[in-house]
């Protein structure tokens, strides 16, 4: 049994962050940043039964086309997304009332529909791009036992490309589903490998008042190649929703529109658009699955 210090139920009997029941959620889930977000998608359903939020967790579940979907806000990072998966996993894998382990697991599929910024310059603004690869700088995945979902290969790689300073904890990388991978893509996307950092500003080589640590990493990470693929693009979430779907036995892909282009300085003059035209991309893609 599990504790209830490790699993923490609401007094409804509904997971703790995401204030949700089991039979809340769909078995296809579109993850969102934006609370704001959700019902830019949720807009589009045909129906919506359920809805509610607590803190940046929205969450509403409807029907397009006949087809189930849940669209859920994450919030910003990879902490958040610790505890939005536990929790989407805890649902559907674990009794809550007998805090046991279910005997037949369930695997979910999730689609993040996220924005970002280039590093390739043929990688324009306005375009989309999909993970083919996470590679999380943020290190939560370090946290649990990954040696079976990791790439160590193109972690070395990276590591002695950039020389990068492991006091800031070494660098993980996971492939996307290759199911959704072949669902997702068309010659419209860009893949490549997505970097995930663990902040926006220093993390991501923004300077404002502090000296970063690593002032060329950007530069570097620009030039990086592994076996033909390049770093796409830098964000915040996609390595840890790759890393913890793969360990808990889900499917993920994560789709970004791109809303600016950090090599040549350049963002989107109408990155909404973009925004919505990913959204309508993917709704199409996941209803005919």
Known sequence: MIAASE?????DGSIYHLNLKPENIARDIIFVGDPDRVEKITSLFDSIEFSTQKREFKTQTGTYK???LSVISTGIGAD???IVLNELDALVNINLETRT?????????????????????????DSFVMSKIGLGLDT???????????????EEAFIKHTNWDVRKGRPYAVHCSEKLEKQFESDSVHKGVTATAGGFFG??????????????????????????????????????????????????VSLNAIIANR???TFSSNPDDTIEKLIDYVLDRIHIQ
């Open 203 to 252: 993390p991501q080589g923004r300077v404002l008042r502090l000296a970063i640590q690593d002032e060329k990493l950007n530069t570097k990470m620009d030039s990086f190649n592994y076996n033909g693929t390049k770093i796409t693009n830098l964000e915040m979430e996609t390595a840890a929703i790759y890393g913890l779907s793969a360990l808990l036995g889900h499917h993920a």
């Open 80 to 82: 958040n997304i610790d």
């Open 7 to 11: 699993l923490i139920l609401n007094p």
């Open 263 to 265: 090599a040549n300085g």
């Open 140 to 154: 939560m995945l370090r946290s649990y036992q990954n040696d079976s979902v990791t790439i160590p290969e193109l």
């Open 101 to 125: 382990i279910k005997e037949n697991l369930t695997s979910l599929n999730i689609i993040r529909i996220g924005t970002s910024g280039s590093l390739q310059t043929d990688i324009p603004v």
């Open 66 to 68: 006949g087809k189930r």
